[in-house]
């Protein structure tokens, strides 16, 4: 601001000024890494044994963490791209605050599968100089965003598996994963519940409205069955009281998918194939080429110049 225009000011108007300057001065000068984001953050492992549990293979655990963090992670970059993209600003929020929770969840895991490998990776590592291959989230989370209707339609699918999953790895053997999972339970049920919502209204609605919820569960209907064939990590963390055999999650998800439809006025999509061989799948590191377009993106900016910090 020029003099002049200082001169001509009247004392309210300059202490407010001053008032801009310090509040500038405060952010450019504040040590905590997370002022962007806001205050009072509590950290939901303060306090948590972080030590493997006993008996507990390393690569097994850190295999594990993979998995259930790249099912968030990719989620929530899906979920991020409809910022400015969805039918109304509030669902804009909604959904890119649903994105915020699973890429919290993401972060956790992919820290805890870099402290149980024991190869000095961090979470960003993981995120942003792993090739397709290496990546283990399941399929129906890095299917290319289809419309509204199909969006609320995979939401409801994979928040339902999620909070079924979550809700028993609460009682882990493995103080990290059971402190994650207690905090991820109270996101993702409000993540079914916002979805759920979305498909009722969009199936009892307009005939259009129906039609798309309709045309949106066929599309992500075959990605289902996926979601409970237990990949051999996952049965060995099941039977050492670590992990969760997603076989066991098929009852609670049919009943409440049958719930929401039939509440929806709509019917249950039929059966897609059972998946026979357990190979070719996102949990083996087999994708799509879906998969490889959102990490050219995702990946892009930490690859440009690696090792820089922001």
């Not at 890429?103 to 961090?122: N, P, V």
């Not at 599309?219 to 409970?228: C, T």
């Not at 059972?274 to 690859?303: C, F, I, K, Y």
Request: negative net charge; glycine residues 8%; proline residues 5%.
């Amino acid at each position: 601001m020029s003099s002049d225009a200082s001169a001509s000011s009247t004392p309210a108007e300059r202490a407010h000024e001053l008032s801009l300057a310090d509040a500038y001065e405060a952010i450019n000068e504040a040590d905590d890494p997370r002022w962007a984001y806001g205050t009072g953050f509590a950290d939901p492992l303060a306090g948590v044994d972080t030590r493997l549990p006993a008996g507990v293979d390393g690569a097994d655990l850190a295999a594990y963490c993979l998995m259930l963090g790249d099912d968030a992670l990719i989620m929530s970059h899906r979920l991020q791209e409809w910022c400015a993209r969805a039918p109304e600003l509030e669902e804009e929020v909604a959904l890119a605050n649903v994105a915020l929770d699973l890429l919290g969840q993401a972060r956790l895991l992919l820290s805890r599968a870099g402290a149980a490998e024991g190869a000095g990776r961090d979470e960003d590592a993981f995120a942003f100089l792993r090739e397709p291959g290496e990546f283990r989230n399941v399929r129906l989370a890095e299917a290319e965003n289809g419309d509204f209707g199909q969006e609320t339609a995979r939401l409801l699918i994979f928040s339902t598996w999620r909070l079924a999953l979550l809700d028993r790895l609460a009682g882990s053997r493995d103080p990290v994963l059971a402190a994650v999972a207690a905090k991820g339970v109270k996101e993702v049920a409000y993540h079914r519940d916002y979805a759920a919502g979305w498909v009722v209204r969009l199936g009892d609605g307009t005939p259009y409205s129906r039609l798309r919820v309709i045309e949106g569960l066929a599309a992500v209907w075959p990605d289902v069955a996926e979601l409970f064939v237990p990949h051999e990590v996952e049965s060995r963390l099941a039977e050492a009281g670590v992990g969760v055999d997603p076989a066991t999650l098929r009852e609670e998800f049919d009943a409440v998918i049958h719930h929401v439809l039939t509440t929806a006025t709509l019917t249950v999509p039929a059966a897609a194939p059972p998946v026979e061989n357990r190979t070719g799948r996102g949990r083996d590191g087999v994708h799509t080429a879906a998969l490889t377009r959102l990490l050219a993106e995702m990946q892009s900016v930490a690859r440009a110049d690696r090792g820089a910090r922001w």
